[in-house]
């Protein structure tokens, strides 16, 4: 239980990535807001959250509004009386080939990967410094932001190398106030998102499931896809006293298909 008495908000908690890490950190003893923009995913998440033991709340909020972004810390706050950690990881994409993109689908991946990570992140330290400093911030990114070419589309892979740049320079800027910032790059990962990425290269493709999901696997060194709780193992450590002297940083999570 070592993050009792800890308060944290996860964003986009309302299924797969999300739920998983919600549900990580509960288990370690925190009291966990669920935020999504499906209302009653987060109310699912919430109430998994409190049979583990700690206090859940469900959040409505689309992380792509400052105006939501500003309520969604507030409730949080006045519901566990602080904010201690905070795990952006929100996010939508589609599978889009590059000549393919268009003005709208590039708006809609970055209102929510770029600029609510952005402003959610700075939110939570502008809570966490008016409490006195120290605070864990964990941001969702992608091995799409370090080049990975399986990404779903360019689009994707550039909100997440946006990820990546504002969290050194946060982690950077927020030193001072002993708040941590670090970032987690997942790799493929089974989530319902995913297989309907999947799905699309099937149709696309004239293949399989099966074949796509066989072909997926031999790619990644350590055979196989994350599971959600994969993600949640990592965001529970560095939400974590094991994690004191760690900022800046950007852990893959991925089975070796980026090695740096």
């Known amino acids: 239980m070592e993050l009792a008495g800890k308060s944290a908000i996860v964003t986009g908690a309302g299924r797969g990535i999300g739920r998983a890490i919600a549900l990580r950190l509960a288990e370690a003893g925190a009291n966990v807001a669920a935020a999504d923009i499906d209302a009653e995913n987060a109310m699912n998440t919430s109430q998994e959250i409190q049979a583990l ?10 992380v792509g509004d400052l105006a939501q972004i500003d309520r969604m810390i507030g409730e949080a706050r006045d519901a566990f ?53 120290g605070g864990r911030i964990v941001n969702i990114a992608s091995i799409a932001g370090k080049g990975y070419a399986g990404t779903s589309n360019a689009a994707y892979a550039a909100s997440k ?6 969290t050194m320079i946060a982690a950077h800027q927020l030193a001072r106030h002993e708040i ?50 994969d993600i949640g193992d990592m965001a529970r450590f560095l939400a974590g006293p094991g994690a004191r002297n760690i900022t800046g940083q950007a852990f893959n999570v991925d089975g070796g298909l980026v090695m740096h």
């Open 180 to 229: 941590n910032v670090n970032a987690i790059c997942p790799g493929v990962t089974v989530t319902d998102l995913s297989v309907t990425n999947m799905q699309d290269r099937a149709e696309g493709s004239g293949q399989s499931m099966a074949e796509l999901e066989a072909a997926r696997d031999r790619r990644i060194p350590i055979g196989r896809a994350n599971e959600p709780e």
């Open 53 to 62: 033991g700690p206090e859940g709340l469900s959040i409505h909020a689309d």
């Open 81 to 133: 009386g602080r904010i201690d950690i905070v795990v952006n990881n929100a996010g939508v994409t589609r599978f889009l080939y590059v000549m393919d993109i268009a003005e709208a689908d590039w708006d809609r991946i970055h209102r929510v990967n770029a600029k609510g990570v952005f402003f959610c992140m700075q939110r939570a330290a502008q809570e966490m410094i008016e409490q006195g400093g």
């Open 161 to 166: 190398g946006a990820v990546l740049s504002m």
